[in-house]
């Protein structure tokens, strides 16, 4: 595996994007290859796929890029990168630049990732597959579409990988994640039960929801705004521009390529019910191929588990999941299908 440090501009000019470009170890710079752009999930990520402000490593970008540039494929380069604000990708003036971005500044800084990897000597520009985990799948058709729309001399996306996001909503998700916890509490037995349900009630949750969109949505719209007596930052433009965001008109409208979405049975934060090929053929009409699955035991981290999967024990199961290794089945379903979009004659 060769990995080459590289940085690009941000859609802010005042940000430059620092990332990996991981290339095969048998590219010999002679070949033109393609390229996947990863396009990480909600909160502050680096390029390699963690939080180390939130001591969360899971290293998804690291483990994919070693495992798919190690694998059988004839070769393909993966770019990652620290979002802005995040890492390396820091603002020249401004520590909360992370924090005052928006869902459509993430939009912007992906499609100049498209620009650098189209323009590098060694990335066949018509060949680039965005795969985008969680947030990053639930923009991947905004992405397409500014890529289209480019005067940058882009050619179309070749290919989307959504992981555990695939026509899915933030709004939506977050009330979806509302609901699995209350069907957790209602259905927990014994004393720590009844507690739960005392602290733990629909109202208080509706509540809490409403009460952080009241904030995000005040009359002078803050970048962001402080919360847990200011020892916590929420991004506000971000949940205000999601909010305004229907994903199926995007998913209807702006994939036209290839496409595979996966997400796990086992995934308590988004709905897997849209993987299933029926429902995933209307919504999005218009793409030359879609291929989806719902691997039983698969979780929202891209691993998997035997044990139950619940958003009451996420922190110690995530915590204990972070260690192992991508799941097989993910990888195995993605390697085939990049062969067949990427390779196939």
Not at 20 to 34: A, F, I, Q, R
Request: glycine content about 6%.
């Amino acid at each position: 595996m060769n990995r080459i440090e590289v940085t690009f501009p941000s859609a802010d000019p005042s940000c430059q994007l620092s990332g990996d470009l991981t290339l095969p170890p048998t590219s010999d710079g002679t070949d033109k290859l393609p390229a996947v752009i990863i396009i990480a999930g909600s909160g502050p990520i680096d390029r390699n796929g963690n939080v180390p402000s939130l001591h969360a490593y899971f290293n998804t970008s690291n483990n994919f890029a070693e495992h798919i540039t190690s694998s059988s494929h004839k070769g393909i380069a993966i770019l990652s990168y620290d979002k802005r604000g995040v890492g390396k990708s820091q603002h020249t003036h401004d520590k909360n630049c992370y924090y005052k971005a928006g869902m459509w500044d993430f939009v912007y800084d992906a499609v100049e990732a498209v620009k650098f990897v189209s323009d590098h000597s060694q990335i066949d520009k018509s060949k680039i597959i965005l795969l985008g985990h969680s947030e990053g799948a639930i923009i991947l058709p905004l992405i397409c579409n500014e890529v289209t729309k480019s005067n940058a001399n882009l050619k179309p996306i070749h290919g989307c990988i959504f992981y555990a996001g695939f026509g899915e909503n933030l709004i939506d998700a977050m009330a979806f994640q509302r609901t699995t916890l209350l069907k957790e509490v209602n259905e927990k037995s014994g004393l720590l039960g009844w507690i739960l349900r005392k602290v733990i009630t629909k109202e208080r949750l509706e509540k809490q929801y409403t009460d952080l969109m009241t904030k995000v949505n005040a009359d002078n719209e803050p970048e962001y705004i402080s919360m847990y007596c200011g020892l916590m930052k929420q991004p506000a433009k971000w949940l205000r521009e999601h909010a305004k965001y229907n994903t199926h008109i995007a998913l209807n409208e702006y994939i036209s390529c290839h496409c595979l979405a996966i997400t796990g049975m086992k995934d308590f934060q988004v709905r897997n019910e849209f993987c299933i090929q029926s429902t995933a053929e209307k919504l999005v009409p218009h793409a030359k191929s879609i291929e989806v699955h719902r691997p039983i035991n698969l979780t929202h981290i891209l691993r998997s588990t035997e044990e139950e999967a619940k958003v009451l024990n996420a922190k110690s199961l995530y915590g204990k999941m972070s260690k192992m290794p991508l799941d097989e089945e993910l990888l195995a379903i993605t390697d085939a299908w990049l062969d067949r979009v990427l390779f196939a004659s």
